[in-house]
């Protein structure tokens, strides 16, 4: 239903845009859509959320870095990543939420190692 893309391996201090494309008649603008993480042998986190009308939220750990973005036309939502260190290493998920569905991608593999 959410396909990732835009994972891999990158320097620490580079930059990568990961995309969530939605199948099965899922319109991003009619849910909340966020950004989760895995790093091996931790749980998974919030990296970035937003919510229908648009506002967005960033874990702590951002700082900045990073920011989530929908675009309706394409009905694709955007995680650009700025900065990037070996702690944001992990499997990055999409979500979109709409009251009882809670929809999840397959993840996309972030590796940022020099």
């Known amino acids: 239903l959410l396909v990732e893309s835009g994972g891999g391996l990158v320097q620490p201090g580079g930059s990568l845009r990961l995309s969530c494309a939605a199948t099965s008649g899922i319109i991003f603008s009619n849910y909340a859509v966020g950004w989760y993480r895995q790093a091996p042998g931790k749980a998974r986190e919030l990296v970035a959320a937003m919510a229908r009308g648009g506002s967005t939220n960033y874990a702590a750990f951002v700082k900045g870095r990073f920011t989530i973005a929908r675009d309706n036309a394409r009905n694709t939502v955007y995680l650009q990543m700025n900065s990037l260190s070996v702690e944001d290493t992990g499997v990055y998920y999409c979500?979109?939420?709409?009251?009882?569905?809670?929809?999840w991608g397959q993840g996309t593999q972030v590796t940022v190692s020099s």
């Open positions: 979500n979109a939420k709409l009251t009882v569905f809670d929809h």
